[in-house]
């Protein structure tokens, strides 16, 4: 599937204006020749713009906006008509990397249909390139369906949020031979399925590492290693922008959270104390055109 029009209103840097819209041979190419995928999430205009600029090749608008962004206790809740409007946000915010929208739940699972009609309107209202489904039971059957509608599919194993209760929780998944291998069935279905890619979220490196022996398509991995062929972290936790310390795989490369509270807290101050606005902040008006003015009011 042809990438979405470039937006002209992207702020560009220079490296982004070399590099032109990654594509799903150019992320099969790059696990060919052992290039590193990177892949974050995205939920609006100004993080696109800086993943843009960053040069990442891969753009998830993942139902985790749920709780970064909407500010709901878990993705479960999330709407199709959310997820659009955050998508149709990010999409306005990139010119090259691929753009990837989560099926939030609900939306998919009753049949191939609705997975079909849901899938459509991220590709023709939100210009998705992709979507995105967790394995859960029919993940690999509604999978196929879109495939076969011409709908590119990235699949998703292992800790797979949707379903969380019934994992117990939001924990470690495959960390027992029983369950390694039930993340072992559901990869390689995906991948019978025609998914272009699939995340490996929170599982062991070592079971990452010998699934990646069977493996023929590229592998994202969060909290799974560093044999995957590339990795994705949630924009908010790499930048330190929520509370909290995160899972166990997150690392943090900014912190802020507490920069942008700073911030605020000095705008405050300044406003209670009348140190803002100064000079510097405010308008002029040519004397004359004042003094009409005064008289005028007068």
Known sequence: MSAAPVPSNVPTSAGSIDRL???LPQLAEKKRLGEPIVMVTAYDYPSAVVAEQAGVDVVLVGDSGAMTVLGYPSTVPVSVDEMIMLACATRRGLRTPL?????????FEASDQQAIETARRFIKEAGADAVKLEANGVAAERARALVNAGIPVMGHVGLTPQTATALGGYRAQGRTAERALDVARDALALQEAGCFSIVFEAIPSQVASVLME???VPIIGIGAGAATDGQVLVFHDLLGIREGVGARFVKRY???HDEMVAGVRAYAEDVRTQRYPEADHTYSIDPVEFERFSAEVA
């Not at 753009?99 to 939306?107: H, R």
């Open 21 to 23: 819209p990654v594509s």
């Open 99 to 107: 753009l990837v929208a989560d099926l939030p739940f609900g939306s």
């Open 214 to 216: 069977r493996m023929e």
């Open 254 to 256: 900014a912190d802020l």
